[in-house]
């Protein structure tokens, strides 16, 4: 170990709680309030989805969120900004370098798709007030406005096949987004991410209530609905749901990733924080801000108007379609909507600039407090690796297949570091000793049974929500990564549709599977021998072989997605362990309390 | 249960909907209010401990 001293970086803090409290929600609100909550909750349950919604918020949402920021405080004290470098210092064991390293991972690997959203949202503002999209749905007319997005929205994020983004202003847009987001972060945590989000929260929140107003007044009548129905489809309570536990699971992944727990970003932020700043009332203010843009803003501006303009069956499931496909086709039935669009994507770019901003800083503090880069370095070397993976992620486009997968490891990793951060908190820290800790300048207490819901609620829930979400996520996840089965799936649906088209009457989907499964001689999968289908059905052979190639590829995507997530997470843990075994050690030494052979927690 | 409820007949905003939709906004309204209320109001200077975990970061000698 080196005997030379230590030249420590310049600790920053925040300039005021307002300042901070606008950072951390600026870091939780993005695209998943105002798009994935309206499609999540419509689809379950409309306004019953809020009962569970609320408890997980309670019970998930709030107690993690204060682990966060209690632990993120105390690591500032010892003088770390980083998540391998605080939980280091809280534990000295290998959960928390394990812990930190995937507060690392995530917010970078969620960076290198994120920031292709950030531009396609930008692309989507300024086709809308350059009168692009105009001229696209005059073309298109009425009854042709749905497809004509959804063809410019493939075009422009390449969906239609691999490395077609490459091709048009997307890439562009992209590079313009990494020098926004980057210049950001070289100005540092007060002058940079602060005065920025002090500046773009109340902009994006204006512009919002503003869209939710012209929502709330229309007076369009379509097809005999109303917004007054729209407002009803999302709210009106199907309390059936309620004995659903899928629906439980949704909501409280809801909130999980709304709120950006587990991410790391929380744990960095509250770092900057000073040793007496209130953990408690910042924590929560951060967290109902993004309430306020999710519950009311998320609530009732997209569905109230897709049902209106677009009908049921408009609402779908899924973020990016219910943000580019159908939301572009709103506005266009919408009076002023040029306007209200350009409004609606320009807040979104907002809402994902101070988000992905929020993703750079941790790997930031990481360089600099672990390798002792300078700030220039330091940018400089994540800027080359984020935008390597984000060129990744870019090509790969065909179907967003890589950014889905990526999207899905991500998700994965951040159940399990809130898990560990909260086992760290309660367990090895001590919850009565963390929430003393979590209490020191806080403007009001936390209840006394709080350190029970640290130590056995929270993290119940947690692995009940792991739990759920591998079983309902991962065997299909699992099969896409496996040529053999995806393969065999391609060509058995080219197959599939040759068979409906020679048995037009068999409409019902498990009849058709069922006449598949009897002409192909197999349940699933595809026949060894072709030589006892009927010969219709062997002229399709061809087509069937393309999609079976086609599929195996898709496959092979995902695989390479899995083990790209998989090698940067152990080579991101290798570094942090060098580092937390070298200039984060030697760092803790120096502190008071900080030695590093100490025992910790209680 | 996806597909059933986009299929459902799109009902007006209903009694039980309203009910539900005005106990969310205002529990928001009410939490975003109190924890902004509290960080804005006038905060007494606090006065300065000197904490036991305080770091000597020697920027001041360069």
Known sequence: MSTEPLELPKKEKWGSKLGVVLAVAGSAVGLGNFLRFPGTAVNNGGGAFMVPYFISFLVLGIPIAWCEWTIGRLGGRYGQNSGPGILYALSRNM?????????????????MYYVTLEALCLRYSFEFFSGGFAELFAQAGDGGVTQAVADFTMDTFGMRANGAMYGGAMLWLVLGCFLVNFFIIYRGVTKGIEKFCLLA???????????????????????????????????????????????????????????????????????YLRENDDVVLTSLSASSTNEFCE??????????????????GSTPDSTFTLGFFTVPAIMNFMPGGAFFGGMWFGLLFLAAVTSSISMLQPAIAFLEDGFGLRRKASVTVLAVITFIGAGLIMYFSENVQALDFTDFWCEFMMILAALGQVTIFGWVLGATRGVEETNRGADFKLPRFMPYVIRYVTPAFLIAVLIMWSAYNGPDRLRGMSPAIKGAEGARAVYAQAIQDQFPDLEEEEALATKVTELLGVAEGMPKTLDNLPTWLRAVDDEAREGRALEMKRANVARFVFVGVLLFYLGVFAVSDIACRGRIKQMLARVPGGDPNAEVGR | MSANLLLAEVQELGTAGVMLMTICVGLVLFLCAFCFWRILREQKPSEHHHAPLDIDTRDADS
């Not at chain 1, 519950?295 to 049921?312: D, E, N, Q, S, T």
Request: with cysteine; net charge neutral; proline share 6%.
């Open chain 1, 295 to 312: 519950v009311i803003l998320g609530g009732m501006i997209v569905v109230p108007a897709a049902i209106l303009f677009l009908g049921p």
């Open chain 1, 201 to 271: 929260m109340p902009l994006l929140i204006g512009c919002a209530l503003i869209v939710l107003v012209r929502v709330l007044t229309l007076t369009n009548v379509v097809d005999g609905r109303t917004i007054n129905h729209g407002l009803g489809f999302m709210w009106n309570p199907d309390w059936t749901v309620l004995w659903n536990p899928e629906v439980w699971l949704r909501a409280a992944g809801q909130i999980f990733f709304s709120l950006s727990v587990g991410f790391g970003l929380i744990l960095c932020y509250s770092s």
């Open chain 1, 95 to 111: 959960l928390g370098k394990a812990v930190g390293a995937l507060t690392l991972v995530i917010p970078v690997a969620v960076y």
